[in-house]
């Protein structure tokens, strides 16, 4: 399974670019990497997902160099609502023996004024 | 559409009480998960099912946690003789196929064992 490694904790303040870098060293070729972002009393919900390269939607975008073994969650123009924990999870679902998806610890993004 | 649904939202009960924690999958979802969140932790596996084939019970702590899934829709999450240490957030999720689409969760089930 692979396993991610993020940042803890980071600050930023209202207006500013953030970008989130999570490490997945081992990660296997049918993998995808999802982010999650999850506010408290709530579920994580769906941010983006990636296989490689850069993918853009609406609310952010992903960053996945060629070699796949880390990748960069970019926030543009934060905002106080954007405070919240960001998970980055890499896995398929729909392998039988690995299929179970494990979370990381997240990274506790503080959006200051 | 609807969403994960997940009941009770919260539940207190006594040490040493059985508990069932209930879980509504998104219609056609053949993927499904549960989790526990401790206070400020992050998400920690307990099970997932996926499809027909037998579920992957791995991350169930101890013998007094049991899941089933019935008819490949509603799952039904058991804590035996709970105790202090249950207690948490209880997060379920689904997905559909194909195999990397993204999950849907649930908001949880709160338990606190007293």
Sequence with gaps: LAKTTQPISMDSYEGQEVNITCSH?????????TWYQQFPSQGPRFIIQGYKTKVTNEV???????????????LPRVSLSDTAVYYCLVGDAGSSNTGKLIFGQ???????? | GAGVSQSPSNKVTEKGKDVELR??????????????????????FLIYFQGNSAPDKSGLPSDRFSAE????SVSTLT??????EDSAVYLCASSPPPHYSPLHFGNGTRLTVT
Excluded: M
């Excluded at chain 1, 060293?25 to 990497?33: E, F, G, H, L, V």
């Design chain 1, 25 to 33: 060293n081992n990660i296997a070729t049918n993998d995808y990497i």
């Design chain 1, 60 to 74: 952010a975008s992903l960053f996945i160099p060629a070699d796949r073994k880390s990748s960069t969650l970019s």
């Design chain 1, 106 to 113: 997240g990274t506790t993004l503080q959006v200051k004024p």
């Design chain 2, 23 to 44: 879980c509504d999958p998104i219609s056609g979802h053949t993927a499904l998960y549960w989790y526990r969140q401790s206070l400020g932790q992050g998400l920690e």
């Design chain 2, 69 to 72: 899934r019935t008819g490949g």
């Design chain 2, 79 to 84: 804590i035996q003789r709970t105790q202090q």
